[in-house]
């Protein structure tokens, strides 16, 4: 089972929420790639897929997905295969200047 980490700031798109960010969210999910992973978690909170991924399953630009401490390297395609014991960080990501 791969180890999720949905970041604080996601966890303001779950209604458990109630709208506020408050802590990270660590999920176990099964998968042996990297859209399967995230199947899971989009089975467990549906509201967060709109947020992650565009209507294509690309991971959306103001997303960042890291696996094992590496950023995703395709965007437009995540089905890289993950270990078992894989750790997937799903976060915000930052822009600024």
């Known amino acids: 089972m791969a180890r999720v980490v949905l970041s604080s700031a996601l966890s303001r798109w779950l209604p458990e929420s109630g709208g506020k960010p408050s802590e990270d969210i660590v999920l176990e999910v099964p998968g042996a ?31 960042a997905v890291f696996v094992d401490a590496t950023a995703i390297a395709d965007k437009r395609s995540p089905t890289q295969v993950v270990g078992e014991r894989a750790e997937v960080y799903v976060m915000q990501a930052l822009s600024g200047g």
């Open 33 to 63: 790639r990297l859209d399967a992973v995230l199947d899971a978690v989009f089975a467990r909170f549906p509201p967060l897929r709109g947020y992650v991924l565009d209507e294509h399953g690309a991971v959306r630009h103001h997303v």
